[in-house]
């Protein structure tokens, strides 16, 4: 029996392998190792794609998000509010530049739950991290509502979200974008890079700064900054990618159609929800089971991989033994932790792939 890969990257990379290595050979000809041309010519593309004035890019999406409040002035005494129901790098970003992330519960599409976040508000409140997981926007019409409202930033985590939008909302609401290039994203190096887009010329400039030890001109240096460059051969593997990421975002969404049409009838599984106008681009195709454990053995035994995302709301992660509200109850967060499954989706998979996986479920169903 064939495995099921819960994403094979080979089959979008073989095609592109041999345009990318004459590139990297003429990269290394030249010796253009830092901030390349590659990495200005992807970062214009990336600012296409994303509909956004600037990006700067860096070396991951954990990177990014920090470059973003670091250049916002948020550090000590402060508190950013984010969803507990994501990947750990939201949190450690923030404690990274020295505040405090204040966790909220997520709503019945896995997303920051605005109501939550107002209740979260106090006189320490500088930011609000929107994570768009999983592959959709987060209900940033609202949030940025309750930003304005408060005086607070509003800020997106994007790691998940490459090409996600939603159809009323036309201008960026936020004050900037964190993205991950981790190689299984939607748009994922050939190794770790990250990028932040943003409309604002002042953070643009500050990030720039940032990222390069504080410094414009060479050992004059500005700022306390820190050294996180994208990679310049990753500039060279994003700019042939990100030609294919719309085409690709449109197979992931015809898995996710498969998905839904045939698990439909399956009372006791809890398919994902699409909040209205969004334009989904299934990072991940997340499902809710009962009595997880045993489905995962038939998958196994099935060679069908999947993932969990994620086990344990950051709020219940050892790193955060000593923050006030370890191991405090956050209604859904908790309760879906023990039941959430991801299925393989990416693109290029075979629908017999699809139908494998569907059948898997059916049988142990
Ligand atoms: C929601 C979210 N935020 C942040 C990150 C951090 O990105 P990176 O791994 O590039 O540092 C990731 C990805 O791993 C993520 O999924």
């Not at 080979?10 to 592109?16: D, G, T």
């Not at 809710?288 to 993932?307: C, W």
């Not at 932790?337 to 142990?364: C, G, H, W």
Request: aromatic share 10%; glycine share 4%; charged share 25%.
């Amino acid at each position: 029996m064939k495995k099921i890969p819960f994403n094979d990257l080979s089959r979008i990379h073989r095609p592109i392998h041999e345009k990318v290595f004459t590139k990297f050979s003429s990269v290394v000809e030249q010796n253009r190792f830092v901030l390349n041309k590659e990495i200005g010519e992807f970062e214009s593309l990336f600012s296409d794609f994303t509909h956004s004035k600037y990006t700067i890019s860096c070396s991951s999406g954990t990177d990014a998000l920090e470059l973003i409040l670091r250049a916002l002035d948020i550090g000590d005494n402060d508190e950013v509010i984010i969803p507990t129901n994501s990947f750990i790098a939201t949190a450690l970003a923030v404690t990274r530049c020295g505040a405090k992330p204040i966790f909220v519960d997520n709503d019945e599409y896995y997303l920051i739950n605005p109501v939550e976040v107002e209740k979260k508000i106090t006189k320490k409140t500088k930011a609000i991290i929107a994570v768009n997981l999983y592959g959709q926007l987060a209900d940033l019409k609202i949030l940025k509502k309750i930003s304005t409202q408060n005086s607070l930033h509003l800020i997106e985590d994007s790691a998940q979200s490459h090409g996600a939008a939603n159809e009323s909302i036309t201008n960026n609401q936020s004050i900037a974008a964190a993205y991950s290039f981790y190689p299984g994203k939607n748009l994922g190096a050939w190794g770790d890079g990250g990028a932040v887009t943003t409309n604002n010329k002042k953070l643009y400039e500050k990030i720039l700064l940032l990222r390069n030890w504080g410094s414009v001109k060479k050992y004059y240096h500005e700022e306390l900054g820190f050294n996180s460059r994208l990679q310049p051969l990753q500039g060279v593997v994003l700019s042939e990618k990100i030609k294919k990421l719309k085409y690709w975002n449109i197979l992931r969404n015809d898995i996710a159609e498969m998905y839904f049409k045939e698990l439909a009838d399956i009372s006791s599984l809890a398919l994902p929800k699409t909040k209205e106008g969004n334009y989904h681009v299934w990072h991940l195709f997340v499902i809710r089971v009962q009595n997880r454990e045993t489905i995962l053995k038939d998958f196994s035994k099935h060679k069908v991989e999947f993932g969990i995302h994620y086990p344990v709301p950051i709020h219940r992660q050892k790193a955060y033994s000593t923050h006030k509200q370890f191991n405090k109850n956050f209604k859904l967060a908790d309760s879906y932790a023990d039941q959430l499954l991801s299925l393989p989706i990416f693109p290029k998979m075979e629908k017999s792939e699809v139908k494998r996986v569907v059948s898997t479920i059916k049988n142990y169903i």
